[in-house]
């Protein structure tokens, strides 16, 4: 158990359609990353949150967008959703905002796997 | 920009048997070099890691060098046990930026 938990495990939904995810992360850990694991494109950074605030982007979708909130869990919010959005979204966690420089451990959690039907 | 490349599975493995899943990658600056293990249904886990080059990550039995001279760091095990059959991921992070850029994966399977 990594200490990072996210809900929901299974979200199946129409397109069109627009979903939460919700991650809440390690104790202690200020950074949060989204990923979308699928099978054409293997694990793709979507996002990094540090202490609420945006501090990188990768290759996120202008219909999706996130958010950390003061209690330091972070939402990605799916909109107007396609059958090409079905994936396995991971959130991680570390303590520095380095994404990995220095050794910066990110710690994975279980993800969401969406069904865009 | 950084990139990682990893070897193609699936590898079937006897139990015993010895492992090597090769890793080389692309990055500017000096990027950090992890490991991580996907079980079936499950997140990934770090399986371990290295910081600079010459560094050996080693973790229940998996060991993996940086190899700044070569860009490799390639994970071996010497006796691999069907409780290891899963998809290992070879990662880079800080390099130009600050993300994990991962391989596409290596599916392990060990048969009894």
């Known amino acids: 158990d990594s200490g990072v938990t996210q809900t929901p495990k299974h979200l199946i939904t129409a397109t069109g359609q627009r979903v939460t995810l919700r991650c809440s992360p390690r104790s202690g850990d200020l950074s949060v990353y989204w990923y979308q694991q699928s099978l054409d494109q293997g694990l793709q950074f979507l996002i990094q949150?540090?202490?609420?605030?945006?501090?990188a982007k990768g290759n996120i979708l202008e219909r999706f967008s996130a958010q950390q909130f003061p209690d330091l869990h972070s939402e990605l919010n799916l909109s107007s959703l396609e059958l090409g959005d079905s994936a396995l979204y991971f959130c991680?966690?570390?303590?520095?905002?380095?994404?990995?420089?220095?050794?910066?451990?990110?710690?994975f959690g279980p993800g969401t796997r969406l069904t865009v039907l | 920009g950084d990139s990682v490349t990893q070897m193609e599975g699936p590898v079937t493995l006897s139990e015993e048997a010895f492992l090597t899943i090769n890793c080389t990658y692309t990055a500017t600056g000096y990027p950090s070099l992890f490991w991580y293990v996907q079980y079936p249904g499950e997140g990934l886990q770090l399986l371990l890691k290295a910081t600079k080059a010459d560094d050996k990550g080693s973790n229940k039995g998996f060991e993996a060098t940086y190899r700044k001279e070569t860009t490799s760091f390639h994970l071996e095990k010497g006796s691999v046990q069907v409780s290891d059959s899963a998809v290992y991921f070879c990662a880079l992070g800080g390099g130009s930026n600050y993300k994990l850029t991962f391989g596409k994966g290596t599916l392990l399977t060990v048969n009894p």
């Open positions: 949150y540090y202490n609420g605030e945006e501090r």
């Open positions: 991680a966690s570390s303590v520095e905002p380095h994404g990995g420089r220095s050794g910066d451990t990110q710690y």
